[in-house]
């Protein structure tokens, strides 16, 4: 594949499994997906153990996302409920509280999908 390195960065693309990086780590919890870059990564920018220590630390953070989620989640609701006029903010929480959703979580990305869009448009 051509380096396109806003798209398909040959330090993402250059893999010998022919494999791009985010066709794995786009399915992956966002700590999980960084380390996996990261380690993907690891000799192919010159920063070897650099890319090492930034995967272990997203692992770590992984591990602690677990026991602080749903302190934060609470937070940013309360601040929702007393700030009902961001518009950007209530976008954010129905992403964040996705790992709640359920069955409607393709309905609830699909809605602040379209919203932003149109803040896009409107603010181009």
Same mark, same amino acid.
């Given at each position: *594949?051509? /380096? %396109? =390195?806003?798209?398909? =960065?040959?330090? !993402?693309?250059? +893999? =010998?499994?022919k494999?791009? @990086?985010?066709q794995?780590?786009? +399915? *992956? #919890?966002f700590?999980? $997906?960084?380390a996996?870059?990261? *380690?993907?990564?690891? %000799?192919l920018?010159?920063? $070897?153990v650099? %890319?090492?220590?930034k @995967? @272990?630390? !997203?692992? &770590?953070r992984?591990?602690?996302? +677990? !026991? &602080?989620?749903n302190?934060y989640v609470? *937070?940013?609701? /309360?601040y929702?409920?007393e700030? =009902?006029d961001d518009?950007? $903010?209530?976008?954010? !929480?129905k992403l964040?509280?996705l790992p709640? @959703? $359920?069955?409607r979580?393709?309905e609830?990305?699909?809605?602040v999908? /379209?919203e932003?869009? #149109?803040?896009i448009?409107? &603010?181009e």
């Amino acid at each position: *594949m051509k /380096d %396109d =390195p806003v798209n398909h =960065p040959k330090h !993402y693309t250059s +893999h =010998p499994s022919k494999i791009e @990086a985010i066709q794995l780590t786009e +399915h *992956m #919890r966002f700590n999980v $997906g960084n380390a996996v870059k990261y *380690m993907w990564r690891k %000799d192919l920018k010159g920063k $070897g153990v650099q %890319d090492l220590k930034k @995967a @272990a630390w !997203y692992l &770590e953070r992984e591990i602690q996302r +677990h !026991y &602080e989620f749903n302190k934060y989640v609470v *937070m940013f609701g /309360d601040y929702i409920k007393e700030n =009902p006029d961001d518009k950007l $903010g209530l976008l954010i !929480y129905k992403l964040v509280t996705l790992p709640l @959703a $359920g069955t409607r979580r393709n309905e609830l990305i699909q809605e602040v999908l /379209d919203e932003l869009n #149109r803040t896009i448009k409107n &603010e181009e």
